[in-house]
């Protein structure tokens, strides 16, 4: 660069007429950056003996014309590393750097013990959008590994106790962190899943654990424009959590923004944000200016900006830009000669004149797609097949396809397009397309006409190979090729089946991995592919598909459509054996949506045909009488002997599980002693038949409904039994009622009021995070209760209290607002008389005037002491009447 600088300097045109120096000044100036930046202007060209073999010097690793938007997003992760989560959205066009400006802190993060996660969303794979997000989450797991293991799995183990299946089903990479422990086997025939809320705060837990401000967390998601508000919701979970010690994480999302509307749920996630005080940034990135593109291109050259000036302006012209398209089109001048590297000269030589003249296109994509049409057959078919299967693949996959005698040579065009720079190697085993643009121009190799037959073909061969193996996730890749191909599937009624069992196994796998939406589009594209008569001839089949998708509905929230599944199942099945999951399944749905008297109607019928009374009123004294004669039962039995029998009748265990749910129902909508009777029938049920895994909710919903001063060491027995009984059959989902019936009703009798109000703590925390919010509601009311009664800071309940509101309100759990508002109003009244208490409360509750509204007994009851606390004695005493009547 020396010899070229003073040759430019000494001689008239310097090789090129334009690289003539004008002044002494524009020498001091290139002399001046060849000091600060030597290695930016030296290349060794004695290392290549052609010209073709000199390859241009990208610094790929440096992130030009960003300053701004790299000093905002690393301010931002500093603030995270203080103890607070972070929004940071990037838009732009494909090709505009967002990756690399994101890339640009991965060291940061790394220096101060952070963890960097990503999941990049893909066009091939919309139907998987929650799963991508969780997957980003397992990566932690390992990484914790190698770090702090010890740790963080001790933090790990107290906060997931009891709960802990639940963790370990949604993040299998936690194992490696408890090598002891066995992942749970989910049965999800049973509609054993968590729903879309539960994945959301059981992740918040997760990353209140893992991060901290000595290690913070980044989770980048690219390409967000392809996610769902299912996915987007975790998001927002966890960077709003109101806890003080609560998670500490930078969000980043990056999204075209030229390819989304103002519906998306990205713009609802960013609102959402800003309402709950998250601190978010948006930047939008545009192509790169002019002095910009040409420090780029100079550092590419070896030269001094100055000489590539006028390259530069055309190179902006052609690309915008673009930094992707800048590095593309330069490529393409390389390959067409029109950029060389001249040996004597020492330094790339172009001509301005003939490469404006050139017909070169302004499109990166007509760009790619000409340098992918001289490539050889094998490179351009493993190029379409990948195209086929996303942004990236695993190599074990490609290995699967190479044993098919159609795709032999797909190995060989691995090789091939490794070494063109189209798809590079990421991590362990993971191969993936160096951007998407040139995956774009792969997949347009296939002409439109044909794509679907070859996404089916493809789905096909590798379906063939890998039949009867255990793919793991592949089995969404070979559902989803295959579904192209549904107008050819449906002409042979043996390969329909075949492919809808294919798609119910995918599905099946979704919801073990708790991805409930992904599941109800493989279980919807199996229903599709069955006969008009699979109710008459496939009837095992169409139960079990339909009642998984009635299932997946649920946990998405679509209840409605869940009802309707039901109601046609109900309909359809040939015994009343069959369908007893579904009325289950369905009384389940009604208690969510707090339809309690559809619910208790839906039990009452089932029981009712299993051979059971259910009368529609019990009088006070033949309960007390009826839950004496229990006690009596249960004393007369030997609790080691009676613990060991198991209720082996499929059909007693069928009517041990309708009186819990029955109980549950009326605990809202019927009386006190038609619980009670409820409760003493199942209790004597276990007793005479055994024991089962409703047995430990039974006996827990029997003590809270009975116990009292004269019988409570009887009861205290019975529930220690109980709880002793749930470790053994580790049935996390009753938890949280366990819990309510225990600590909340009169645990408090023999055990601590901390103890009791921490556990109801964890039952609330367990119960959002199995899916059984109203449990979860109901011990979140108990923990307050007991901290009222326990003389608790009334500022830091009142803090409590909004804690849990903001979760109610997050889930729209209706019926947790409107009770949680009333305990805020008496707490605020208790800390000032009234001065700063919501006039809410009321409102909420609806008509109080109505028999029917079971929760005014609770307004009239928060009303007495507020009435009370505030001095007015008439209005407490009319309250009272009120509650007691």
């Given at each position: 660069?020396?010899?070229?600088?003073?040759?430019s300097?000494?001689?008239?045109?310097?090789?090129?007429?334009?690289?003539?120096?004008?002044?002494?000044?524009?020498?001091?100036?290139?002399?001046?950056?060849?000091?600060?930046?030597?290695?930016r202007?030296?290349?060794?060209?004695?290392?290549?003996?052609?010209?073709?073999?000199?390859?241009?010097?990208?610094?790929?690793?440096?992130?030009?014309?960003?300053?701004?938007?790299?000093?905002?997003?690393?301010?931002?992760?500093?603030?995270?590393?203080?103890?607070?989560?972070?929004?940071?959205?990037?838009?732009?066009?494909?090709?505009?750097?967002?990756s690399?400006?994101?890339?640009?802190?991965?060291?940061?993060?790394?220096?101060?013990?952070g963890?960097?996660?990503?999941?990049?969303?893909?066009?091939?794979?919309?139907e998987?959008?929650?799963?991508?997000?969780?997957?980003?989450?397992?990566?932690?797991?390992?990484?914790?590994?190698?770090?702090?293991?010890?740790?963080?799995?001790?933090?790990?183990?107290?906060?997931?106790?009891?709960?802990?299946?639940?963790?370990?089903?949604?993040?299998p990479?936690?194992?490696?962190?408890?090598?002891?422990?066995?992942?749970?086997?989910?049965?999800?025939?049973?509609g054993?899943?968590?729903?879309?809320?539960?994945?959301?705060?059981?992740?918040?837990?997760?990353?209140?654990v893992?991060?901290?401000?000595?290690?913070?967390?980044?989770?980048?998601?690219?390409?967000?424009q392809?996610?769902?508000?299912?996915?987007?919701?975790?998001?927002?979970?966890i960077?709003?959590?109101?806890?003080?010690m609560?998670?500490?994480?930078?969000?980043?999302?990056?999204?075209?923004?030229?390819?989304?509307?103002?519906?998306?749920?990205?713009?609802d996630?960013?609102?959402?944000?800003?309402?709950?005080?998250?601190?978010?940034?948006?930047?939008?990135?545009?192509?790169?200016?002019?002095?910009?593109?040409?420090?780029?291109?100079?550092?590419?050259?070896?030269?001094?900006?100055?000489?590539?000036?006028?390259?530069?302006?055309?190179?902006?012209?052609?690309?915008?830009?673009?930094?992707?398209?800048?590095?593309?089109?330069?490529?393409?001048?390389?390959?067409?000669?029109?950029?060389?590297?001249?040996?004597?000269?020492?330094?790339?030589?172009?001509?301005?004149?003939?490469?404006?003249?050139?017909?070169?296109?302004?499109?990166?994509?007509?760009?790619?797609?000409?340098?992918?049409?001289?490539?050889?057959?094998?490179?351009?078919?493993?190029l379409?097949?990948?195209?086929?299967?996303?942004?990236c693949?695993?190599?074990?996959?490609?290995?699967?396809?190479?044993?098919?005698?159609?795709?032999?040579?797909?190995?060989?065009?691995?090789?091939?397009?490794?070494?063109?720079?189209?798809?590079?190697?990421?991590?362990?085993?993971?191969l993936?397309?160096?951007?998407?643009?040139?995956?774009?121009?792969?997949?347009?190799?296939?002409?439109?006409?044909?794509?679907?037959?070859?996404?089916?073909?493809?789905?096909?061969?590798?379906n063939?190979?890998?039949?009867?193996?255990?793919?793991?996730?592949?089995?969404?890749?070979i559902?989803s090729?295959?579904?192209?191909?549904?107008?050819?599937?449906?002409?042979?009624?043996?390969?329909?089946?075949?492919?809808a069992?294919?798609?119910?196994?995918?599905?099946?796998?979704a919801?073990?991995?708790?991805?409930?939406?992904?599941a109800y589009?493989?279980?919807?594209?199996?229903?599709?592919?069955?006969?008009?008569?699979h109710?008459?001839?496939?009837?095992?089949?169409?139960?079990?598909?339909?009642f998984?998708?009635a299932?997946?509905?649920?946990?998405?929230?679509?209840?409605?459509?869940?009802?309707?599944?039901?109601?046609?199942?109900?309909e359809?099945?040939?015994?009343?054996?069959?369908?007893?999951?579904?009325?289950?399944?369905?009384?389940?749905?009604?208690?969510?949506?707090?339809?309690?008297?559809?619910?208790?109607?839906?039990?009452?019928?089932?029981?009712?045909?299993?051979?059971?009374?259910?009368?529609?009123?019990?009088?006070?004294?033949?309960?007390?009488?009826?839950?004496?004669?229990?006690?009596?039962?249960?004393?007369?039995?030997?609790?080691?002997?009676?613990?060991?029998?198991?209720?082996?009748?499929?059909?007693?265990?069928?009517?041990?599980?309708f009186y819990?749910?029955?109980?549950?129902?009326s605990f809202?909508?019927?009386?006190?002693?038609?619980?009670?009777?409820?409760?003493?029938?199942?209790?004597?049920?276990?007793?005479?038949?055994?024991?089962?895994?409703?047995?430990?909710?039974?006996?827990?919903?029997?003590?809270?409904?009975v116990?009292?001063?004269?019988?409570?060491?009887?009861?205290?027995?019975?529930?220690?039994n109980?709880?002793?009984?749930q470790?053994?059959?580790?049935?996390?989902?009753?938890?949280?009622?366990?819990?309510?019936?225990?600590?909340?009703r009169?645990?408090?009798?023999f055990?601590?009021?901390?103890?009791?109000?921490?556990?109801?703590?964890k039952?609330?925390?367990i119960?959002?995070?199995?899916?059984?919010?109203?449990?979860g509601?109901?011990c979140?009311?108990?923990?307050?209760?007991?901290?009222?009664?326990?003389?608790s800071?009334?500022?830091?309940?009142?803090?409590?209290?909004?804690?849990?509101?903001?979760?109610?309100?997050?889930?729209?759990?209706?019926?947790?607002?409107?009770?949680m508002?009333?305990?805020?109003?008496?707490?605020?009244?208790?800390?000032?008389?009234?001065?700063?208490t919501?006039?809410?409360?009321?409102?909420?509750?609806?008509?109080?005037?109505?028999?029917?509204?079971?929760?005014?007994?609770?307004?009239?009851?928060?009303?007495a002491?507020?009435?009370?606390?505030s001095?007015?004695?008439?209005?407490?005493?009319?309250?009272?009447?009120?509650?007691?009547?």
């Amino acid at each position: 660069m020396t010899q070229n600088l003073l040759e430019s300097a000494l001689r008239e045109d310097g090789g090129q007429l334009h690289d003539a120096y004008e002044s002494l000044g524009a020498v001091g100036e290139d002399l001046h950056l060849l000091l600060l930046d030597p290695d930016r202007f030296l290349f060794d060209d004695e290392s290549h003996s052609i010209q073709n073999d000199v390859q241009l010097l990208y610094r790929k690793d440096k992130l030009y014309g960003r300053d701004k938007e790299e000093t905002l997003i690393t301010d931002a992760f500093c603030r995270v590393s203080r103890g607070k989560s972070e929004a940071f959205f990037i838009g732009g066009f494909s090709g505009s750097g967002k990756s690399m400006l994101v890339n640009s802190l991965r060291d940061r993060v790394k220096c101060v013990g952070g963890y960097t996660i990503k999941h990049k969303f893909d066009p091939m794979s919309q139907e998987k959008p929650l799963s991508g997000v969780i997957s980003a989450f397992n990566q932690i797991c390992l990484m914790i590994k190698g770090r702090a293991r010890p740790v963080i799995a001790k933090k790990l183990g107290e906060e997931f106790g009891v709960d802990f299946s639940l963790l370990m089903r949604l993040l299998p990479n936690v194992s490696v962190l408890f090598p002891e422990h066995v992942r749970p086997v989910i049965n999800v025939d049973a509609g054993e899943a968590m729903n879309a809320r539960s994945v959301c705060f059981t992740l918040l837990r997760f990353v209140r654990v893992v991060s901290s401000p000595s290690h913070p967390v980044m989770l980048f998601l690219d390409d967000i424009q392809w996610a769902d508000s299912t996915a987007l919701d975790v998001i927002h979970t966890i960077l709003s959590d109101t806890k003080t010690m609560g998670s500490c994480m930078l969000f980043v999302g990056a999204y075209r923004d030229n390819e989304v509307q103002v519906d998306h749920p990205i713009f609802d996630l960013m609102e959402k944000l800003e309402i709950s005080n998250v601190q978010t940034t948006k930047v939008s990135l545009s192509g790169l200016d002019q002095e910009d593109l040409n420090t780029m291109i100079s550092d590419a050259l070896c030269l001094y900006p100055r000489i590539c000036k006028s390259l530069s302006g055309i190179v902006f012209q052609k690309t915008k830009g673009s930094p992707f398209f800048v590095l593309e089109f330069m490529q393409s001048l390389k390959s067409r000669g029109l950029l060389e590297y001249n040996f004597h000269q020492k330094r790339w030589v172009w001509n301005e004149d003939i490469i404006r003249a050139e017909d070169i296109t302004d499109n990166v994509l007509h760009l790619l797609s000409s340098k992918m049409d001289g490539l050889s057959d094998n490179v351009q078919t493993l190029l379409k097949i990948m195209a086929c299967f996303g942004s990236c693949t695993s190599e074990s996959v490609i290995g699967y396809l190479s044993e098919s005698v159609e795709y032999a040579e797909v190995l060989n065009g691995l090789e091939g397009a490794l070494i063109d720079g189209f798809i590079v190697k990421e991590g362990e085993g993971s191969l993936q397309f160096v951007h998407d643009k040139v995956r774009e121009a792969a997949y347009n190799l296939i002409p439109n006409s044909d794509k679907r037959q070859f996404h089916y073909y493809l789905g096909k061969a590798l379906n063939s190979i890998c039949d009867g193996k255990d793919v793991g996730d592949t089995i969404f890749l070979i559902a989803s090729l295959i579904n192209h191909g549904k107008e050819w599937i449906l002409r042979d009624e043996e390969l329909s089946i075949a492919f809808a069992k294919l798609n119910m196994k995918a599905g099946k796998r979704a919801l073990d991995g708790c991805d409930h939406k992904t599941a109800y589009s493989y279980l919807e594209a199996a229903l599709s592919l069955l006969p008009e008569d699979h109710w008459e001839n496939h009837y095992d089949l169409s139960l079990s598909l339909n009642f998984l998708m009635a299932g997946a509905a649920k946990s998405c929230c679509q209840y409605v459509e869940a009802v309707q599944i039901l109601r046609r199942i109900s309909e359809r099945c040939r015994c009343f054996e069959d369908k007893l999951p579904s009325y289950y399944l369905l009384s389940q749905i009604f208690q969510t949506q707090g339809r309690l008297v559809d619910a208790f109607d839906t039990c009452s019928f089932v029981l009712l045909q299993l051979g059971e009374t259910i009368p529609d009123l019990v009088a006070l004294d033949a309960v007390k009488t009826m839950a004496k004669d229990t006690l009596t039962m249960y004393q007369e039995v030997d609790d080691d002997d009676w613990l060991e029998r198991k209720m082996e009748d499929e059909t007693f265990h069928t009517k041990l599980q309708f009186y819990n749910s029955i109980t549950f129902s009326s605990f809202f909508c019927k009386s006190y002693s038609l619980r009670v009777y409820f409760t003493c029938k199942a209790v004597q049920l276990s007793l005479q038949k055994g024991i089962c895994e409703h047995t430990p909710l039974s006996l827990l919903q029997f003590t809270g409904a009975v116990a009292n001063t004269d019988n409570a060491v009887l009861c205290y027995r019975i529930a220690k039994n109980a709880l002793s009984l749930q470790e053994r059959f580790d049935v996390a989902a009753q938890i949280p009622e366990l819990y309510f019936n225990f600590y909340g009703r009169f645990a408090w009798r023999f055990e601590p009021f901390q103890d009791c109000a921490n556990n109801l703590r964890k039952g609330f925390e367990i119960g959002l995070s199995s899916g059984n919010n109203d449990v979860g509601l109901l011990c979140a009311l108990q923990v307050i209760k007991t901290k009222i009664i326990t003389g608790s800071n009334l500022k830091s309940l009142l803090n409590e209290i909004d804690y849990y509101l903001h979760f109610f309100k997050t889930f729209q759990i209706t019926r947790g607002i409107n009770l949680m508002i009333n305990f805020r109003e008496t707490v605020s009244v208790l800390i000032d008389k009234g001065q700063a208490t919501s006039t809410e409360a009321k409102a909420a509750f609806g008509d109080l005037n109505d028999p029917g509204n079971r929760l005014r007994d609770v307004f009239y009851f928060h009303q007495a002491i507020q009435a009370y606390w505030s001095g007015y004695t008439e209005r407490c005493q009319y309250y009272i009447g009120k509650y007691l009547s």
